[in-house]
């Protein structure tokens, strides 16, 4: 027997089919149904707040109130963001990294990204983080939107960038930073997602972006 898909979706979701498609022509913010609570966790001793202090990350281990009054612990790293680049070359192809990265022992394809500076403009961050570790430069530039890759622990966030209209001026990598650039279709880089290949989740949510902007589903910011 087949299942009643309208029925599903009226028990489910309290609305019919004809009406989720008139949904989907809405914002997705409209969609979104609001929380149950109301009251955020709070820190309850701020001054008792405490960590390990490195060069890039500051752990933090507070004492919250949560919005059923009990209290808890919550363990996080504070970063200071960093961006994502969709480098469209003139080919069709967009730009690559294959890197070690030392946490996890072994070697990821990414876009290229990087972190940004105290004060800087996050589309200086882009246009340095491009040169230096890919050697191009972009004529056209475009802010996409925000990732945050790691709620659970992290107050991360990662800028989406396009950039496009690429000329190689030579790269600049940082001290200690030993990466090869390559050239990869978006159709295949998708595929290397499918496929285990790809598992960086900045990439992964940038490739997305990559996909509906490229596509036309998704116009780009003026």
Known sequence: MKPDIGGLLVGLLGVTANEITSQQRKSSKNQIPEPSWTTPPFRRNPEQRRGLCGRLLHVHRDQVRLPDGH????????????????????????????????PLRRVFLELPAGKIDAGEHILDTARRELREETGYKAKTWRHLG????????????????????????????????ILDVLEMRLDDALLAVRDGEITDGKTIGALLWAEKTLSGAWPLPA
Not at 158 to 167: D, N, P, Q, R, T
């Open 71 to 102: 209290e808890s612990v919550r363990e996080w790293v504070a970063h200071p963001g960093a961006v994502v680049i969709i480098a469209l070359l003139d080919n069709g192809q967009l730009l690559f990294e294959r890197q070690f990265r030392y």
């Open 146 to 177: 925000t990732l945050h890759t790691c709620i659970g622990y992290s107050n991360e966030r990662i800028e989406v960038f396009y950039a496009h209209g690429l000329s190689y001026i030579g790269a600049q990598l940082d001290h200690g930073e």
